[in-house]
């Protein structure tokens, strides 16, 4: 009943910028710890940033001073600002969230990931 849409995933020549959003539905009790994350071809999964419910955030160092993390809790909404992009950013992105759910009066705290959205970077 809980998932995570993506959405803002495009081509875009190096250089160039992309916001990436995520929206979280469904019987949410509570939104904790939001990240992105991000698999390019032949390679794992890596995190690329966090925010906590409380605000602080994560990056990982690659993308540190490009890349923004920021969430409107009221929308239960996470956005990744990407600016300055370039060949190494291309991926398909993941939006995760850590979040408990209620089940038959039953708390049950889920990690939720989103289906994916592509973002290729051309020269």
């Known amino acids: 009943q809980v998932q995570l849409v993506e959405s803002g995933g495009d081509l875009v020549q190096a250089g160039g910028s992309l916001r990436l959003s995520c929206v979280a539905s469904?019987?949410?009790?509570?939104?904790?710890?939001m990240g992105w994350y991000r698999q390019a071809p032949g390679k794992q999964r890596e995190l690329v940033a966090t925010?906590?419910?409380?605000?602080?955030?994560n990056y990982a160092d690659s993308v540190k001073g490009r890349f923004t993390i920021a969430r409107d809790n009221a929308k239960n909404t996470v956005y990744l600002q990407m600016y300055n992009l370039q060949s190494e950013d291309t991926a398909e992105y993941y939006c995760?969230?850590?979040?408990?759910?209620?089940?038959?009066?039953?708390?049950?705290?889920?990690?939720?990931w989103g289906q994916g959205t592509l973002v290729t970077v051309s020269s």
């Open positions: 469904g019987s949410i009790f509570s939104l904790n710890t």
């Open positions: 925010i906590t419910s409380g605000g602080s955030t």
């Open positions: 995760n969230a850590g979040l408990t759910t209620m089940n038959n009066g039953h708390l049950t705290y889920l990690q939720v």
